[in-house]
């Protein structure tokens, strides 16, 4: 039943890998890219967002330093007009998304040791 568990928990962390993977290469960047199109990726981004950290609060508790550095991969940017006036922030730009993939990468390689 455990050994069955473990597979079950190993499958999701790929399928997060993938799925983070994906929206990573399809997010917009904070660098020389145009913010203004970051909404149509964030929606995703964000949903992927929360079923990763609620995966990885079910195995390791919200507390646990794993979670955390998870949550810390993903910053809020500010986005300014041309005319230099403040738009919106946005959060889940393609480079934060390549940050929480290899953190989920690296809880599915923590998670291994520990079994």
Avoid at 12 to 31: C, H, N, P, W, Y
């Amino acid at each position: 039943m455990a050994e069955n568990q473990f597979n079950q928990d190993c499958a999701i962390f790929e399928e997060l890998i993938e799925k983070g993977k994906t929206l990573a290469e399809e997010a917009q960047s904070v660098r020389g890219g145009n913010l203004d199109d970051a909404p149509k990726s964030e929606q995703k981004c964000t949903s992927w967002f929360i079923e990763s950290r609620n995966f990885l609060i079910s195995l390791f508790g919200e507390d646990d330093l794993d979670t955390s550095v998870f949550r810390k991969s993903f910053g809020t940017y500010k986005s300014m007009n041309l005319m230099g006036f403040y738009s919106g922030d946005w959060r889940f730009v393609k480079e934060d998304m390549y940050n929480g993939g290899r953190s989920i990468r690296r809880n599915l390689l923590l998670f291994q040791e520990r079994h």
